[in-house]
């Protein structure tokens, strides 16, 4: 049993920031890989950033890196996903999810999920 809370999400404005959190309950986090996957409406669940168990290392696409930085915090059993410079095209409900597979940017690999957090981001 996993439980997953995804939080952070709201209204801003192009250019600003929003730190999302993702927080457990049952396993501690750090038996886990965690994820960050976006969905916009009539698109696909697409691949964010991913952690490893320790945080050591983390997985992303290069279209991501430099503004999204995934980090966690185990003491706290929490995931973080601090976004910066966003854009309307952020737009989208994110999600936290956890799994055992670190280098995969599949959903389907993710059997543990939040409920989501809304982010939009206006012009």
């Known amino acids: 049993q996993v439980s997953l809370v995804d939080s952070g999400g709201g209204l801003v404005q192009a250019g600003g920031s929003l730190r999302l959190s993702c927080a457990t309950s049952g396993r501690t986090f750090s038996s886990y890989v965690g994820g960050w996957f976006r969905q916009a409406p009539g698109k696909e669940r697409e691949f964010v950033a991913a952690?490893?168990?320790?945080?050591?290392?983390?997985y992303s696409v290069d279209s991501m890196k430099g503004r999204f930085t995934i980090f966690r915090d185990n003491a706290k059993n929490t995931v973080y996903l601090q976004m910066n410079s966003l854009k309307p095209e952020d737009t989208a409900v994110y999600y936290c999810?956890?799994?055992?597979?670190?280098?995969?940017?599949?959903?389907?690999?993710?059997?543990?999920w939040g409920q989501g957090t809304q982010v939009t981001v206006s012009s």
């Open positions: 999810a956890a799994g055992s597979n670190f280098r995969t940017r599949r959903a389907e690999d993710y059997p543990y």
């Open positions: 952690i490893s168990r320790s945080g050591d290392s983390t």
